[in-house]
């Protein structure tokens, strides 16, 4: 009942529903779960539940949707539940078709509701609060945390890699071994002569937000029009860098924007214009306009680099990069609130692209601590084995090292702390 009005409710409905229930008792109904029921269809339950005979009563129990997992088997609950289950209702309206009476309707026969995939970022029974946290992390010490991380490792991602490792994908990868999982990966729209529609870019959901993230590889200097050609798609307004295009010695990623103001760089049919660089102490926001050249439109967006980060290891503190975020979903909401009418899909707008060199270790640390903190917002705790766990089923590997994992936590207890969420002592 999660998101319902009184308006749904239906009497009539109600009244079959209670007689189904009625004829099935005692025989066949153990357990019946009213899953979510808001505060209009609690109050006049509780009194009418008065009528029904004891036995039945005991058996109807109103749950909330994150402590589904202590009442039914994992393996039968949707993934986005904390459960096992893809969402899949074509495949599930053959099943409970073919066990009904013996056969599989023709496909013609079968009635599909589209449905919105909801994130499979949602509180789950196992959530901490910060002072939870905080003594889960005193328990397990830095030794334990990157074992929980070894324990995740050594999970195998859920899908396949076929895609990315076709013969002529494989020059578009920067990393052999990071490669894009064929459920999640982004589609470039077909054009005509070109065999592939391959990016190495997934997916990735943000909390309680469907496709929040586009987790991408830094571009190489062959996939610069790629790169632009998917921010144009995906009507991205934010891009997030969180490397140094060289580090050290090493290449990190290309120059892939104009990097002076007043420049402009055309890369396939997208020209980008760098408007305004804005340098503050630990990051750059340059604001760009892109102008596709097949229809003569343009749009704004801004790419934010984040200039903290050492070139060993991970940052000392989450001070700079927990404020570099909250600059970061700023800037998002007003530009998705300057798009107004235009924009009719999630409230928090269209992906944001994220990237560093490989895109799953800086780039799976921003996602998870964006998605951990929002949620530490919205109700109060978090899990962030859960939360890394289900972000590796969609950019796989994301986290690459044990202290980028062994980070988040200290990042979020920081947090806490700067919040008053906790003594600053602790």
Sequence with gaps: MAGSNYTNFELDLSKKILNLLKG??????????????????????????????EKLRERVQMVKMADLRQHLPRDCLPQHLGG??????YSWNQQL????????????????????????????ADSMR?????AHLGRLQRSGVHQEYEELRKEPPPGTFNCAQLAYNQERNRYGDVLCLDQTRVRLKTRRNERSDYINAS?????????AYIGTQGPLEKTYGDFWRMVWEQNMLVIVMTTRTDE??????????????????????????????DHHTHYNHTTLELHNTETCEQRQVSHFQYL???????????????????????????????????????????PMVVHCSAGIGRTGTFCALDICLSQLLDVGSLNVCQTVRRMRTQRAFSIQTPDQYYFCYNAILEHAQRQGLLPANQ
């Design 24 to 53: 099935a008792f005692p025989a066949r109904l153990k357990k019946v779960l009213i899953v979510g029921a808001p505060v209009w269809f609690r109050v006049p339950y509780n009194l009418l539940s008065l009528l029904l005979k």
């Design 84 to 89: 096992l289950l893809p969402l899949e209702s």
């Design 97 to 124: 078709l073919a066990g009904q009476n013996g056969r599989v309707d023709p496909v013609d026969e079968l009635v599909g509701i589209p449905v919105e995939d909801p994130s499979i970022h949602v509180p789950g």
């Design 130 to 134: 910060p002072q939870e946290l905080l």
């Design 203 to 211: 997916f990735m959901d943000g909390y309680k937000q469907r496709n």
């Design 248 to 277: 050290g010695s090493r290449k990190k990623c290309g120059q892939y924007w104009p990097l002076e103001e007043g420049g402009q760089e055309v890369y396939g049919h997208m020209a980008v214009v760098n408007q305004r660089v």
């Design 308 to 350: 903290s980060w050492p070139d060993y290891g991970v940052p000392s503190s989450a001070t700079t990069l927990i404020d570099f975020l909250g600059a970061v979903k700023r800037q998002q909401r007003k530009l998705v609130k300057g798009l107004g009418l235009q924009w009719a899909g999630h409230p928090q707008g269209p």
